[in-house]
């Protein structure tokens, strides 16, 4: 079973930074594409950022320029660093992956979800 575990989300005020990490564990032959997305109260899920295997990255406009994502192939883990953060920031985080485990079918997995709240 593969699993994705998120860690790093909390409360923080206008202006400051968080990290949010995800791992990835179990029985894992390939992670291809690794992103995080988002889902606020009433909106639907969005695509926040992404990374390729090979290390190409996409983000949402709205976070161009304070948002920066990473992966550590050797690690099997992705982790998003958000800087200047705004109220509509607020959200629940959700990590993204495509894997190939030991049978080499690719799926795409979640990971539980966690919240950052960015607050006065």
């Known amino acids: 079973q593969v699993q994705l575990v998120e860690s790093g989300g909390g409360l923080v005020q206008p202006g400051e930074s968080l990290r949010l990490s995800c791992a990835a564990s179990?029985?894992?032959?390939?992670?291809?594409?690794m992103g995080w997305y988002r889902q606020a109260p009433g909106k639907q899920r969005e695509l926040v950022a992404a990374?390729?295997?090979?290390?190409?990255?996409n983000y949402a406009d709205s976070v161009k320029g304070r948002f920066t994502i990473s992966r550590d192939n050797n690690k099997n883990t992705v982790a998003l660093q958000m800087n200047s953060l705004k109220p509509e920031d607020t959200a629940v985080y959700y990590c993204n992956a495509d894997i190939a485990g030991s049978g080499y079918n690719r799926y795409n997995y979640w990971g539980q979800g966690t919240q950052v709240t960015v607050s006065s």
């Open positions: 179990g029985s894992i032959f390939s992670i291809y594409s």
């Open positions: 990374v390729a295997l090979g290390g190409t990255t």
